[in-house]
């Protein structure tokens, strides 16, 4: 069964201020996350990933942090724009230098302008 | 360049039919994905192809469920005799050799079984 797990299903924030979602998981084993947006009606968009070795990763107005001491991951978007609004997925590979992913349920993230 | 492709993009089919959905990865993309999405859920890992390597099937719900791949490129998912709860968007995945690297999804192909 999957791993992944998020603490919130929904988020709603005013456009301009930061986003923040998270994602718990439990295996020790997986060394690969990564995020994806998925807006309705459509597959879902790469946004940002990152390996075990590393804890913090930015890209532009995102930044994905990674404690492997408490298992948990999360997603920081800065600035949120009405354009962000869409279901949020974390995904890990649960062993070790595999290429399949499982993912999370989600969580949808509504900017209110 | 053309990202992933996947046909047809909806498909309706009665209970017992066979259904095949196709995917066309990026080019030079040796790993593919199929992933299966239930209305409002997250997604569920199908199968993987990497390369000329067995492909792993350890997430086909049943035995009607099956995959083939192509000349190392374009891929086919069957499902036989369909059932309702089968209805769901089968959303397909490719991505560079060994990884793990991101994987690109293709739109999906939304079946639904009446």
């Known amino acids: 069964g999957e791993s992944v797990g998020l603490h919130l299903p929904t988020l709603s924030v005013q456009e301009g201020d930061n986003s923040i979602i998270n994602c718990a998981y439990s295996?020790?084993?997986?060394?690969?996350f990564i995020w994806y947006k998925q807006e309705s009606g459509k597959g879902p968009q790469f946004i940002i990933d990152?390996?075990?070795?590393?804890d913090k990763r930015q890209g532009q107005r995102v930044t994905v942090l990674l404690n492997k001491t408490v298992k948990h991951l999360s997603l920081q978007i800065a600035a949120t724009q009405p354009g962000d609004s869409a279901v949020y997925f974390c995904?890990?590979?649960?062993?070790?230098?595999?290429?399949?992913?499982?993912f999370g349920t989600g969580t949808r993230l509504t900017v209110i302008p | 360049g053309a990202g992933v492709s996947q046909s047809p993009s909806n498909k309706v089919t009665e209970k017992g039919k066979d259904v095949e959905l196709r995917c066309d990865p990026i080019s030079g993309h040796t790993a593919l994905y199929w992933y299966r999405q239930s209305l409002g859920q997250g997604l569920e890992f199908l199968i993987y192809f990497q390369g000329n390597s067995a492909p792993d099937k350890s997430g086909l719900p049943s035995d009607r469920f099956s995959a083939e791949r192509t000349g190392g490129s374009v891929s086919t998912l069957t499902i036989q005799r369909t059932q309702q709860e089968d209805s769901a968007v089968y959303l397909c995945?490719?991505?560079?050799?060994?990884?793990?690297?991101?994987?690109?999804f293709g739109p999906g192909t939304r079946l639904t079984v009446t």
């Open positions: 295996n020790s084993a997986s060394d690969y």
């Open positions: 990152i390996r075990s070795n590393m």
């Open positions: 995945a490719s991505s560079l050799a060994r990884g793990p690297y991101e994987q690109y």
């Open positions: 995904a890990e590979n649960l062993k070790t230098g595999a290429n399949n992913l499982f």
